[in-house]
């Protein structure tokens, strides 16, 4: 899955891909005989542990900017593949920047955009408000999730309950609030979705900025999930700095040796604590904000994929 923001040449390039770049990206889908889906396909293929193809890929968009309508819309409708807009409807209630009006929503709809949701004004949401107890703030972010949901199915007829999460953010009491409300989560982390993906944390690749160029883009949507049976200790959420990220998976198509993780340009040698079970550690504290440890290994039975995780971090 990708994770696109504007699409403009006039906007901050470490969220934006051109016009001429996202047409690139779509020709060379086309070209390579990927499979581009629509999001309520992959849902339903992760739900009903259906098989993935290695070749799918969706389309996703982020916070409700108006390029997504006047330039991105366009060049989509011409391939005829079919994506997903994450909104804030607070944030287009209120004119928040260049950001969607109703009707251009209401318009994409009509042409068979999904509309999803992206909280109700684009919050920090794993952040307490000061003297906020966690009692409170539980109950403040489900009606935020809730009177988002009822303002996009109200604007537009759409209720997927799919939360994309603000800046990527969350944590467990997030991941639970979002699992009781019998939504999907998904993240700005990197990654490949496979059938053991967790619903509350599901990964998207960036394809813009630096991750626009179609040869790192291309290497990124041959990848594999790996198979994660239990995630140890992997709370975005920062409570020991560095962190130690523990997963529990199955070895079966790559080589222990071969694994590798990455913080930054730090290579993380992981401690495998028993045939499955491997846990790394940076060797210095995580800057405060958001950081990601990479975790990859290439596939034996699939020649020139390989396995891909990032574990996301909030300092």
Not at 57 to 74: G, K, L, M, R, W
Not at 99 to 114: K, T, Y
Not at 254 to 268: D, K, M, S
Request: glycine residues 6%.
């Amino acid at each position: 899955m990708l994770i696109y923001h504007h699409v403009a040449d006039d906007t901050p390039r470490v969220s934006s891909v051109t016009a001429d770049e996202l047409r690139q990206h779509l020709q060379y889908f086309k070209d390579n005989d990927f499979q581009v889906i629509a999001l309520d396909v992959l849902i339903n293929q992760l739900r009903s542990n259906l098989p993935i193809a290695d070749n799918a890929v969706v389309i996703t968009f982020d916070d409700s900017f108006e390029n997504n309508y006047t330039t991105a819309h366009p060049i989509l409708m011409e391939f005829g593949f079919p994506y997903t807009i994450f909104i804030s409807p607070g944030s287009i209630d209120n004119r928040v920047g260049p950001v969607l009006s109703w009707d251009q929503v209401r318009a994409m709809a009509a042409d068979g955009v999904l509309v999803a949701n992206h909280s109700m004004n684009h919050e920090h949401m794993t952040q307490l408000q000061p003297g906020e107890s966690k009692v409170d703030w539980h109950s403040r972010i489900k009606q935020n999730i809730l009177e988002a949901e009822r303002r996009i199915l109200t604007e537009t007829g759409q209720s997927h309950k799919w939360l994309a999460y603000p800046y990527g953010e969350f944590n467990s009491e997030l991941e639970t609030l979002v699992e009781a409300l019998g939504f999907i989560g998904i993240g700005q982390q990197s990654g490949a979705i496979g059938a053991a993906t967790k619903l509350s944390r599901i990964p998207r690749y960036p394809a813009a900025g630096q991750y626009a160029d179609l040869a790192n883009l291309g290497q990124k949507l041959r990848t594999l999930a790996f198979n994660i049976t239990h995630y140890l200790s992997a709370d975005q959420q920062v409570s020991d700095n560095p962190p130690t990220l523990r997963l529990q998976l199955k070895v079966s198509d790559f080589l222990p040796g071969q694994f590798r993780c990455y913080a930054g340009t730090e290579v993380l040698e992981p401690e495998w604590l028993n045939e499955n079970t491997f846990e790394v550690t940076a060797s210095k504290p995580l800057n405060r904000g958001r950081s990601r440890y990479n975790c990859t290994a290439p596939s034996l039975t699939k020649k020139g994929y390989f396995y891909w995780y990032s574990q996301p971090w909030l300092n």
